[in-house]
Nanobody, 127 residues
Framework: QVQLVESGGGLAQRGGSLRLSCAAS????????IGWFRQAPGKEREGVSC????????YYADSVKGRFTISRDNARNTVYLQMNSLKPEDTAVYYC????????????????????WGKGALVTVTS
């Protein structure tokens, strides 16, 4: 069964850090671009960060540049999102997704081309 499972969400204070993990089962992440997307209440889903298949390309939304870092560990079939200097506006449900149709940057910017989705992890940042 193909699955993406997010973990590591929770409650953090402004300025704090959290690390999200996205573990894949039933397929190999090696052949997919992986992205983190988020959706806050009442807002549209946005691409936060995406990483290419060969780990050579990464994309970050302007709102998280310099604060978030995406990485992948193909041996563990897992992708991570390190989130530092968190702000209340980072509060959202974070989803990971895998896609092989577009580049990592296009996948994030156009929110399109994903084959698989996780169910999401809630991140709440308090002020």
């Amino acid at each position: 069964q193909v699955q993406l499972v997010e973990s590591g969400g929770g409650l953090a204070q402004r300025g704090g850090s959290l690390r999200l993990s996205c573990a894949a089962s039933g397929f190999t992440l090696d052949y997919y671009n992986i992205g983190w997307f988020r959706q806050a209440p009442g807002k549209e889903r946005e691409g936060v960060s995406c990483i290419g298949i060969h780990d050579t390309t990464t994309y970050y939304a302007d709102s998280v540049k310099g604060r978030f870092t995406i990485s992948r560990d193909n041996a563990r079939n897992t992708v991570y999102l390190q989130m530092n200097s968190l702000k209340p506006e980072d509060t959202a449900v974070y989803y990971c997704a895998a896609g092989d149709m577009l580049s990592a940057q296009a996948m994030c910017q156009w929110d399109y081309g994903m084959n698989y989705w996780g169910k999401g992890a809630l991140v709440t940042v308090t002020s």
